[in-house]
């Protein structure tokens, strides 16, 4: 299925490339791995502030990173053109912004590879990461990176 359909069919409009807020660049592509860098999730054009644990639950922080993952896809369109000439999903690094006594950065981080699986299908389903993490610039609840392959 062409990942457009899919994900007007999910409702979804993708954002433009965010501009970096720091001195770095949204994306670096060698050879046929596309790096983009991380994203902090955003809410209502602002980042989302939270922890898990203290002020977020899981189900919060799952909604926040599929949020995430839909900049990400924004940024993966502005890089590529298509996103069509995406061969794969290749690995995911979340970082949720968490309490010490809480252990479900795995479970925030589904709402976000959920989300490439349903779009991307089989090219979708990755290798990840998900750390918990004291802090987040800006105070923001998650941050995700991703490498993707390109066809």
């Not at 069919?9 to 949204?26: D, K, Q």
């Not at 989302?48 to 993966?76: C, F, P």
């Not at 479900?104 to 590879?113: F, I, W």
Request: aromatic letters at 4%; glycine letters at 12%; one cysteine or more.
């Amino acid at each position: 299925m062409n990942v457009y359909d899919k994900l007007n069919e999910l409702g979804i409009t993708l954002p433009p490339v965010a501009t970096p807020a720091a001195a770095y660049v949204p994306y670096v592509q060698t050879g046929k791995l596309l790096m983009l860098s991380g994203h902090i999730a955003r809410k209502d054009g602002k980042p989302w502030v939270g922890q898990l644990g203290l002020n977020m639950n899981t189900a919060e922080g799952q909604l926040a990173a599929r949020a995430v993952a839909i900049d990400l896809l924004g940024t993966l369109h502005g890089a590529t053109g298509d996103l069509n000439k995406i061969q794969r999903i290749v690995k995911l690094m979340s970082l949720v912004n968490s309490t010490g006594d809480f252990t479900e950065q795995h479970l925030v981080t589904n709402g976000a590879s959920e989300l490439l699986g349903q779009v991307f299908g089989e090219r979708g389903v990755h290798a990840r990461s998900a750390f918990g993490v004291a802090q987040i610039p800006l105070g923001a609840c998650v941050e995700i990176e991703l490498i993707a392959e390109l066809a």
